[in-house]
């Protein structure tokens, strides 16, 4: 089945401690992409990578970091969580970025306290 | 960043039609999209407008016209289902979504 996963799908963590969020794709996709979704502000972005060893910022990149050694993953990199960063996290992969659809992970909910 | 203006709320009753408007203060981007998010979900992708015009697929249209710098999403027989919220996005290499527009459909 084709799909983006993310794990882990829930996480309560405290201010400073590094985490990672892992995302995978099993369509052999060029562009995958880290979201955040707050209320009232829709999606926004938070990195891209066209391909591998390729990323670059989106809107709100600040206190983020990714990487893409490999096609299939793109993990997100919180090195000092803080609370404004509690929101829903989503991962999402397209074929070749802004020209077709984007399908997206199920989500990571995110609470930093 | 980019300004995409959508309504917050939309309310339509079962079996009628719904306009869903975007308009936006950007340009050369390539291409207007919508996806559809439903409570607790993903978003899920609908339509994808990369020349002015409509695009139609089964129930949905969308609309883009790059010279108005606006677009729509028409969803056609409203099924209860269609409850949801709905979100226009444009690209560049980067991405820039709306900040959605929660349908409500009644019986």
């Known amino acids: 089945e084709a799909q983006v996963t993310q794990n882990p799908r829930y996480l309560i963590t405290v201010t400073g401690k590094k985490l990672t969020v892992t995302c995978s794709q099993n369509?052999?996709?060029?562009?995958m992409s880290w979201y955040r979704q707050d209320p009232g502000l829709g999606l926004r972005q938070i990195y891209y990578s066209m391909n591998v060893e390729v990323t670059d910022k989106g809107d709100v990149p600040e206190g983020y970091k990714v990487s893409r050694k490999e096609k299939r993953n793109f993990p997100l990199i919180l090195e000092s969580p803080s609370p404004n960063q509690t929101s829903l996290y989503f991962c999402a992969s397209s074929r070749t970025g802004g020209r077709d659809e984007q399908y997206f992970g199920p989500g990571t909910r995110l609470t930093v306290t | 960043g980019q300004s995409l203006e959508q309504p917050s709320e939309v309310t339509a009753v079962e079996g009628a039609i719904v306009q869903i408007n975007c308009t936006y203060q950007t340009s050369g981007f390539y291409g207007l999209s919508w996806y559809q998010q439903h409570d607790g979900g993903a978003p899920t992708f609908l339509s994808y407008?990369?020349?002015?015009g409509l695009e139609e697929t089964g129930r949905f249209s969308s609309f883009l016209s790059r010279s108005d710098s606006y677009g729509y999403l028409l969803l056609q027989e409203l099924q209860m289902k269609d409850s949801a919220s709905y979100f226009c996005a444009v690209n560049f290499n980067k991405f820039y979504f709306g900040s959605g527009t929660k349908l409500n459909v009644k019986p």
């Open positions: 369509m052999n996709h060029e562009y």
């Open positions: 407008n990369a020349l002015d």
